[in-house]
């Protein structure tokens, strides 16, 4: 007897082999068949889902967990437009905290104001704490003078803006969070990717590096798997900075490692190890992801994370050490530096099915893409950012660069797999949102932004499908609707495929099933 059969479904399996479905049955929390293999079988329950359109669950490859579970519940400057309105939240943050201690501020970003924040203004308002507030893209932060008294003379900043390494130097005053407060965070974010259809991510760098939140951060997702509270599931990539130099046998070739070898594929359906994190640069925001020319208007090039040679060392060694490599890397300047160390990595200890990514690549010059072709890396891009941050990038780009700005069809061309997700919470986490900007190409206002990188509905939604999944692999398990796969699927109000373009990030998300169990978005009372 089946668990569950859905009936009456238009079901877009994403799976050539059987492309839609009307039904399908669950059993144990996989898909035991479509149609009539199912058809005639008794089921516990029968959901007749009246013409609505069923997909694979959605995979979001790239998020942030736990800062975006915290984010949310930090007091937030945005959209403050005029400092006097953002130092006025700021006392408000510091009166409720009460005496001492840290105050974290979200919501930050200089480009509302027209220029950064600066220590002095935030010690108007301080009343004795340290405050830390963040910026939106995760590239820098504004301290007040309390916190610069507590960093080394040779950490730079402009005024109490700090950037990159300078900001994880700030970052480490204020860590670590309790595992309990990190799972919280955690659920509570988690909760919002079902409310967009996500059942599974990958969580992009724990346990160190610019984001991380504590030394035994996956010990609070394994807190939230212990107590049942992991809502989907999670991949975690580890921060490049946990791995240290190990006494491995010389023949392993492993210089550097986690302790006991732990690497890529550890865990199970719910929470694994995924690829290691390395940083490169920073990010278009924060104007420090890493250009060759400079950015538009403007002297600078951006900057890399640490020196050159010790970022091409860290790739070569996670490689070495049976990694799949997650590079960060948004300027072309740091895709060069990417391109170069993973092929130095492949021609020392060639791995072909290694399936090394780079997360955002988000201005791919064209000589390029050959280049990452070859590697038969992924390109895991934030579609998201340009329609909400488009305009800006365009700008600060220039007409030229422009058009390069997170491709969509020329990866595709080239044969490079093309990964969608978010990079939450940056910015919007909706899937469809995402979809519809890779197919129309237009940010809020519009303008168009690289249109010839536009793809079609469909090859949109099998980066956040089937590519989602070969990414993180979990390609025999997830990514298409067929026999064997687990049962994660998303039922939408309408057909992507079917609706005008300009509608699709609208579609409601009507229910989520996470292992064949459903979950009703919040809104809808579950």
């Known amino acids: 007897m089946l668990c569950t059969r859905l009936t009456n479904g238009n079901i877009v399996t994403?799976?050539?082999?059987?492309?839609?479905?009307?039904?399908?049955?669950?059993?144990?929390?996989?898909?035991?068949?479509?149609?009539?293999?199912?058809?005639?079988l008794p089921a516990r329950e029968v959901i007749d889902l009246q013409g609505a359109t069923v997909l694979p669950g959605f995979i979001d490859a790239h998020v942030h967990l736990a800062w975006a579970g915290l984010k949310a519940s930090t007091p937030s400057v945005a959209p403050c437009e005029r400092v006097d309105d953002v130092l006025a939240v700021v006392a408000d943050a510091v009166a409720r905290k009460g005496s001492g201690?840290?105050?974290?501020?979200?919501?930050?970003?200089?480009?509302?104001?027209?220029?950064?924040?600066t220590a002095a203004e935030l010690d108007k308002v301080s009343d004795g704490h340290k405050l830390f507030m963040m910026h939106d893209s995760g590239h820098g932060c504004v301290v007040n003078s309390a916190v610069l008294d507590l960093l080394p003379a040779d950490v730079p900043h402009q005024d109490g803006f700090l950037a990159e390494s300078a900001m994880t130097a700030a970052r480490r005053l204020r860590l670590p969070y309790s595992q309990e407060e990190l799972a919280d965070a955690i659920e509570r974010a988690a909760r919002t990717c079902l409310d967009e259809g996500v059942t599974a991510c990958a969580e992009a760098g724990i346990g160190g590096g610019l984001l991380g939140h504590s030394p035994v951060e996956l010990g609070a997702y394994q807190l939230l798997r212990d107590q049942g509270r992991l809502p989907l599931r999670v991949q975690l990539m580890v921060a490049a900075d946990t791995l240290r130099p190990v006494g491995s046998h010389r023949s392993d070739g492993i210089p550097r490692a986690l302790d006991l070898g732990l690497r890529t594929g550890f865990g199970d359906d719910w929470l694994s190890v995924g690829a290691l994190k390395v940083y490169t640069d920073g990010g278009m925001m924060a104007r420090?992801?890493?250009?060759?020319?400079?950015?538009?208007?403007?002297?600078?090039?951006?900057?890399?994370?640490?020196?050159?040679?010790?970022?091409?060392?860290t790739i070569v060694d996670g490689h070495l050490a049976g990694w799949q490599l997650a590079v960060h890397a948004i300027g072309d300047r740091a895709a060069d530096l990417a391109l170069e160390a993973l092929e130095r990595a492949q021609r020392l200890r060639p791995r072909p099915g290694a399936r090394h990514r780079i997360e955002h690549a988000g201005l791919i010059r064209p000589d390029q893409l050959p280049r990452l072709a070859r590697l038969g890396a992924s390109a895991v891009v934030q579609p998201n950012f340009l329609r909400y941050f488009g305009d800006d990038y365009a700008s600060v780009m220039g007409e030229n660069r422009a058009p390069w700005l997170y491709r969509g069809r020329a990866f595709l061309d080239h044969g490079i797999t093309l990964v969608g997700s978010s990079d939450r919470p940056v910015t919007d986490g909706s899937p469809l949102r995402a979809v519809q900007f890779m197919v129309e190409r237009a940010s809020g206002s519009g303008r168009l932004i690289g249109p010839d990188e536009a793809i079609t509905v469909e090859e949109a939604l099998r980066a956040y499908t089937v590519d989602g999944a070969y990414a993180c692999h979990w390609e025999d398990s997830a990514g298409t609707l067929a026999p064997g796969k687990r049962a994660d699927l998303v039922v939408l109000g309408d057909d992507p495929r079917r609706?005008?373009?300009?509608?699709?990030?609208?579609?409601?998300?009507?229910?989520?099933?996470?292992?064949?169990?459903?979950?009703?978005?919040?809104?809808?009372?579950?």
């Open 14 to 40: 994403m799976d050539a082999r059987h492309p839609v479905a009307r039904e399908l049955g669950i059993w144990r929390g996989r898909i035991v068949g479509l149609d009539e293999a199912v058809s005639s």
């Open 101 to 117: 201690g840290w105050v974290d501020i979200g919501g930050y970003d200089q480009r509302a104001l027209g220029r950064h924040l």
């Open 288 to 313: 420090t992801a890493a250009l060759t020319a400079p950015y538009s208007g403007m002297e600078h090039t951006g900057e890399f994370q640490d020196e050159p040679e010790r970022i091409a060392d």
């Open 499 to 526: 609706v005008s373009t300009s509608h699709i990030g609208d579609i409601e998300i009507v229910a989520t099933f996470v292992d064949g169990h459903e979950r009703r978005p919040a809104a809808s009372g579950e």
